[in-house]
C-alpha cells in the first residue's frame, strides 16, 4: 500500500462547479500537508500549505484537513478553465523518514469545461 | 526572474551516454531536492541536500550522483542510461531551518533514452 493515495481521475467539471478533490494516507507521522497545481509540462507549483487538523482557505481555495481519519481535501469553488491541470496533495512529518522530504499522491488530473 | 531552474529542459539521448543536470535557485534557501516524475506522474524523492550536506538518499542506482558546489546550486549526474531512466527529473527547494520543508520546484528537465 502507497502511502498517500490519490485518485488520478480524469475529472471533468462545467465552469462554475465545485470541485472536491482528496487524499488518504496511511502514516500517522504526517504532521504537514500541502496541495500543488501542475500545470502540463510545467513544475508543480505550492498552492495550500497546512499543518495538523483543520482548515484554511485562499481565495477560492479551502484545504481541510482531517488526521483522524487520515483524509485530506482541497476544494475549488466557482471552477475555472484556469484551474484545468493535475493536482497533487503532499505530505510530511517532523520526525524519522517522514522528516526533510515530501510524499506525493499520484495526483488528480482536472478539466474544467466552459 | 527564475525562483528555481533547471537546464536543460529538454534532453534526448542515447543509451550508455552520461550526461548532467544543473539547477539553480535564487530564493535563498538552504536545501535542495532531486525529484523523479514517472509517466503516471508520481513524483519521488532521490536526494537532498542541505548546505551542501547530503541528507536524503533514496534508493537510486549510483549511477545517478548529485553534486552541491554550493547552497544554491545542485547538480545530477547520470551514467550509463537506461531506457528507464526516462522521466522529467525536478529540482526543489526550501528553507528547512525554518521548519518548513514545502518545496519550490523547478521547470523540469525532461530526459528521454532511447
Known amino acids: 500500500q502507497k502511502e498517500v493515495e490519490q485518485d488520478p481521475g480524469p475529472l471533468s467539471v462545467p465552469e462554475g462547479a465545485i470541485v472536491s478533490l482528496n487524499c488518504t494516507y496511511s502514516?500517522?507521522?504526517?504532521?504537514?500537508f500541502m496541495w500543488y497545481r501542475q500545470y502540463s509540462r510545467k513544475g508543480p507549483e505550492l498552492l495550500m500549505y497546512t499543518y495538523s487538523s483543520g482548515n484554511k482557505e485562499d481565495g477560492r481555495f479551502t484545504a481541510q484537513v482531517d488526521k483522524s481519519s487520515k483524509y485530506i481535501s482541497l476544494f475549488i469553488r466557482d471552477s475555472q478553465p484556469s484551474d484545468s491541470a493535475t493536482y497533487l496533495c503532499?505530505?510530511?512529518?517532523?520526525?524519522?523518514?517522514?522528516?526533510?522530504?515530501?510524499?506525493f499522491g499520484r495526483g488528480t488530473q482536472l478539466t474544467v469545461w466552459p | 526572474d527564475t525562483a528555481v531552474s533547471q537546464t536543460p529542459k529538454y534532453l534526448v539521448t542515447q543509451m550508455g551516454n552520461d550526461k548532467s543536470i544543473k539547477c539553480e535557485q535564487n530564493?535563498?534557501?538552504?536545501?535542495m531536492y532531486w525529484y523523479k516524475q514517472d509517466s503516471k506522474k508520481f513524483l519521488k524523492i532521490m536526494f537532498s541536500?542541505?548546505?551542501?550536506?547530503?541528507?536524503i538518499n533514496e534508493t537510486v542506482p549510483n549511477r545517478f550522483s548529485p553534486k552541491s558546489p554550493d547552497k544554491a546550486h545542485l547538480n545530477l549526474h547520470i551514467n550509463s542510461l537506461e531506457l528507464g531512466d526516462s522521466a522529467v527529473y525536478f529540482c526543489?527547494?526550501?528553507?528547512?531551518?525554518?521548519?518548513?520543508?514545502?518545496?519550490?520546484f523547478g521547470q523540469g528537465t525532461r530526459l528521454t533514452v532511447v
Open positions: 541536500y542541505n548546505n551542501k550536506e547530503l541528507i
Open positions: 502514516n500517522s507521522a504526517f504532521q504537514y
Open positions: 530564493l535563498g534557501h538552504d536545501t
Open positions: 526543489a527547494s526550501s528553507q528547512w531551518s525554518a521548519g518548513r520543508t514545502e518545496a519550490f
Open positions: 503532499a505530505m510530511r512529518g517532523d520526525r524519522g523518514s517522514t522528516l526533510g522530504r515530501l510524499y
